[in-house]
């Protein structure tokens, strides 16, 4: 087995729809994944991100689109003859055989030669340090190590496309922090184009090249890591990618504002109906002495959560709105933090003053 | 020792004293269960004519009589042809269409399955008589293809509902992952599926062959001339006089069926199963 | 570049291929029972209303309610179902309730009483008893030693015989439902019900009795439903004298070669069967029963 896949292929899905009954899973889905990229499907249950990937597996036949990977249309292909790889949630191996005969399963579908199958095999287990443990059974293994055996299965006859369905949720989060680097690395290493499902956005951040939020069959927005953190698209993208507090502001021509106050923001304003503002937690400050140059709020400490690293604090607003701002805890944070009922200055960089769509999505 | 009586037996802190009759109720119960299983068995090798118990003499007479008796010996042949034969016909198409309605979205599925449950719901003297109307047209009454055929769709709901509830706690997702990786359907149904539900289908072999084995009623109405079952000579002889021949019989019924159920626990466990 | 709207009558084609694919696995099943159940049994349903003379007529209908006998039989059928039923329930409860209290292997150990019959041909089990409630058999014999009684009473032949017969014989088909589904109830509840208060004659009937019940009436409903149109066990113990509809059916075949009244009293039979299992479907789900016999 080579050590870097020739030839990742693109993916390009074009209008694709399925609905059952009444309920759109997928609507009208089109999506470019980029030769030897690490995209992932981000969104809640139910939104039809793992429907799409199913129509990638081809487990899934859609209503209608196309799907071509490189320059093959696929869409009417039966799964087994789509050569992808694909991990699944609950690693889905096969009980009644080794750790060398799930690995080598796919080989031998292949008629690949016996002795070439061993050596693959062993490779594959090395690439996710599972050297020697062909021999296994797979009901002696640990989650984790059921996990790497899932994922040598499905590289050790070297697809092109690798698709995974939440393969870390049932993990804890120790090893599932340690999976996701190693993913990563392993990614890196192969180079092939990987397709990742997950609701975990913390997830998403760290492991991808790009990330399509997906919510009831549609993309909300398709973009790097940090586009989709620093400008979100809308509410839904915005909601569902780390915490905020939304303040609906209002429009006076070209000024924005907020409860009458005018807002400073380097950020270009979106071309919607209503708009939002909003506020990142870890971007908010504890203003020490006013300036003309950021926003800001006044409140009243509500409450203080103390997270060991970091506090979280709430504060309530004149008009009854909490915000919360994150701060980290370093030598006397802690003894200069106000007191709950304390009055408090809270203070956004026009940098970090985000406007985004507030309409419904 | 009987301190035992006054320990608690149960959540609610009954003591096994107070359960006491429960306990002599059960006991006689499963004793009235099995007995009259068990009792055939000594009963055969009596030497009188009259069914005795216990037997005052011991003999292997009935026994020789029995294996001596050309009809006797042809309905055995008969009966285990046909148990055989069943066992072969109705476990394939049975554990296929359980998978297909189980892998099926068609909304029929629901109309099939009941519809291939219903010999097991019908009187058996309705399915007896109307199969022998049909044979008598199809011209298959009293051969072995039309009792196999019968037979099979007397077993069919059992292959269907033991390889169904098998499926059903079975992660489909190994036949997904299967196909992911380059198998056909039916390839990944045959090396992936297939050996984990071995119980299962193991249990329907056995299920059709007793099924057959045992089955009196169409029997009765379908088989006879050169192709008569033992259970149908066994019923005309209860019902005629009381030969313990019949006992002799019985007990090798016994002992067949018993060594049935041994090979299906041999052949059927898997590591997975309890 | 092919537009997406190809590949939607395509993939239309696929889907409903697929389908059939999958449904045609369960067509040889469906083709032998449509042939060798469904069409002969429909057929028989016309044949019923042939009368003697071969041309259409009620005659065979009208003959089971003007003809006493043939009500007789009915009310027979009827009655030894329901005692059988009865019987089954006061016997097999308590020793369902018995094992599901067991720790599970010993459990297992018990089952086997109740798997053993079960499993072995109907026609040993009934010559078993046939044998046994002889006037000079096993029964009267240990009676008459024991003291209960002092002349052998006739148990064979009658009803007493065929009640003891099916009693046996349907045991199994009660037992196992209702153990199923006392072995699902979670013994936290009773746990709570004594913690609330409830001496244990009450936490049993206000709390374990109700949760049983679906597996004790899909229990007594398979084997209700299986005394109606039993056959073999009545037809040997019964002696002649005992007379169920199915051995009227049955001898209608043989003795009178009557198809018309048979199929008459054969469909009578399964609409009875067909009305019970109907009106139990509504209370239960029916896949249960047909799974609960295992």
């Known amino acids: ?47 039809g991100k793992t429907t799409l990937l199913m129509v990638l597996a081809g487990f899934t036949r859609p209503d209608q689109g196309s799907l071509k990977f490189g320059d093959q249309e696929m869409i009417r292909t039966a799964p087994h003859l789509r050569d992808v790889g694909m991990v699944f949630q609950n690693y889905a191996l096969f009980p009644h055989m080794t750790v060398a005969g799930n690995v080598g399963y796919p080989l031998r579908l292949r008629n690949v030669p016996m002795p070439e199958i061993s050596q693959r095999i062993e490779k594959a287990l090395e690439t996710v340090q599972l050297g020697g443990y062909g021999t296994r059974q797979i009901d002696q293994l640990s989650g984790g190590q059921k996990q790497r055996v899932a994922l040598a299965r499905s590289i050790v006859f070297e697809p092109r496309i690798l698709l995974m369905d939440e393969p870390l949720s049932a993990l804890d989060k120790k090893l599932r922090d340690r999976m996701q680097i190693e993913l990563r690395h392993l990614h890196e290493k192969l180079g092939m184009t990987t397709v990742y499902v997950t609701h975990d956005q913390r997830e998403a951040l760290t492991m991808s090249d790009r990330i399509a939020v997906v919510n009831h069959g549609r993309i909300m927005q398709l973009a790097t890591p940090q586009g989709l953190y620093e400008q979100p698209a ?28 005018p807002l400073k923001t380097s950020h270009p304003v979106p071309d919607a109906a209503s708009l939002v503002l909003m506020l990142r937690p870890e971007r908010v400050r504890l203003a020490t002495k006013t300036t003309k140059t950021v926003n800001e709020f006044q409140a009243t400490a509500s409450e203080l959560v103390y997270q060991g690293d970091s506090y979280l604090m709430y504060a309530t607003m004149p008009d009854g709105t909490e915000i919360s701002l994150r701060g980290a805890i370093r030598q006397g944070t802690v003894a200069a933090l106000p007191k709950i009922g304390d009055h408090v200055t809270l203070a956004l960089e026009p940098s970090d003053t985000v406007l985004i769509d507030g309409g419904d999505v | 020792m009987f301190g035992w009586l006054r320990k608690p037996a149960s959540e609610t802190q009954v003591t096994h004293g107070q359960r006491l009759w429960l ?17 055939v068995i000594p009963m055969s090798f009596s030497e009188s004519q009259y069914l005795e118990f216990p037997p005052k003499n011991w003999s292997t007479r009935w026994y020789e009589h029995y294996f001596s008796s050309p009809e006797w010996m042809l309905a055995t042949v008969t009966s285990l042809k046909a148990a055989f034969l069943t066992m072969l016909v109705a476990t394939p198409i049975g554990v296929v269409a359980a998978y297909g309605l189980h892998a099926s979205k068609v909304k029929f599925i629901r109309i099939a399955f009941v519809l291939l449950i219903t010999p097991m719901m019908v009187p058996v003297v309705l399915v007896a008589i109307g199969a022998f109307y049909a044979y008598v047209k199809l011209g298959i009454l009293y051969t072995l293809t039309g009792l196999v055929l019968a037979h099979t769709i007397l077993a069919l709901p059992l292959v269907l509902i033991v390889t169904g509830s098998a499926l059903k706690s079975y992660d489909m997702n190994q036949e997904l992952a299967a196909r992911s990786l380059g198998a056909p359907r039916w390839k990944a149904f045959l090396t992936i599926t297939l050996p984990q539900i071995r119980f ?37 002889a209860l019902r005629d006089q009381i030969d313990p021949t019949i006992a002799s019989i019985s007990t090798i019924m016994i002992v067949v069926t018993s060594i049935m159920m041994v090979l299906a626990q041999v052949f059927g466990r898997s590591k997975a199963d309890k | ?56 007529s009620m005659e065979n209908y009208e003959r089971m309610i003007t003809r006493k006998s043939y009500f007789r039989i009915f009310i027979t ?16 409860y308590p020793l369902a309730y018995f ?80 153990y199923s589904a006392m072995k699902q109830i979670d013994r936290d509840l009773l746990k709570a019900a004594s913690n609330l208060g409830a001496s244990p004659r009450r936490a049993f009937w206000t709390v374990f009795f109700p949760l049983s019940t679906p597996g004790l009436f899909a229990g007594a409903l398979m084997v209700f439903v299986l005394c109606l149109g039993f056959f073999v066990t009545p037809a040997v113990l019964g002696g002649g004298k005992v007379i169920m509809v199915s051995m009227k059916i049955v001898s209608n075949i043989e003795l009178f070669v009557n198809w018309g009244a048979a199929s008459a009293l054969g469909v009578v039979l399964l609409t009875l069967t067909v009305l019970v299992l109907w009106i139990a479907s509504r209370f239960l789900n029916l896949e249960n029963i047909a799974g609960g016999g295992h």
Not at chain 3, 77 to 92: D, M, N, R, V, Y
Request: charged content about 15%.
């Open chain 2, 200 to 236: 299962a289908v193991v249990t329907s072999a056995l299920l059709s062959f007793l099924t057959s084995f045992d089955e009196v009623v169409i029997a009765m109405f379908i088989s006879g001339g050169d192709n008569p079952t033992l259970t149908r000579n066994m019923f005309n």
């Open chain 3, 99 to 178: 094992m599901s209290q067991l720790p599970n292997r010993i459990a297992n150990l018990c089952m086997i009483t109740v798997l053993l019959p079960f499993w072995t041909s109907l026609l040993v089990r009934t010559y078993a008893w046939l044998v046994l409630l002889q006037k000079r058999g096993l029964v009267n014999d240990w009676a008459i030693s024991l003291g209960l009684w002092d002349e052998p009473i006739k148990m064979v032949h009658n009803m007493t015989g065929t009640l003891i017969g099916m009693v046996h014989i349907m045991l199994p088909f009660l037992i196992l439902p209702v």
């Open chain 1, 1 to 47: 087995m080579t050590d870097n896949i020739q030839g990742a292929l693109p993916i390009t899905a074009r209008n694709i729809t399925k609905t059952y009954g009444k309920v759109h899973a997928l609507d009208d889905v089109s999506l470019d994944v980029k030769s030897g990229e690490f995209l992932t499907l981000l969104g809640p249950s139910g939104s």
């Open chain 2, 23 to 39: 306990y002599v109720f059960a006991g006689i119960t499963m004793v009235l269960l099995v007995t009259p299983t068990l009792i």
């Open chain 3, 1 to 56: 570049m092919a537009s997406a709207d190809i590949y939607a009558d395509g993939l239309r084609r696929d889907e409903r291929l697929e389908r059939l694919k999958l449904f045609g696995l369960s067509s040889p099943a469906i083709l032998l029972v449509l042939v060798i159940l469904v069409i002969p049994v429909g057929w028989l349903f016309f044949v019923s209303f042939i009368g003697a003379d071969g041309q259409f």
């Open chain 1, 234 to 261: 809308n509410r839904f993208v915005a909601d569902f990618i780390g915490d905020s507090t939304f303040l609906p502001v209002e429009r006076h021509g070209d000024q924005i504002t907020y409860n009458g106050m």
């Open chain 3, 77 to 92: 059928t009827f009655k030894i179902s329901l005692f059988a039923t009865a019987l089954c329930i006061l016997i097999g």
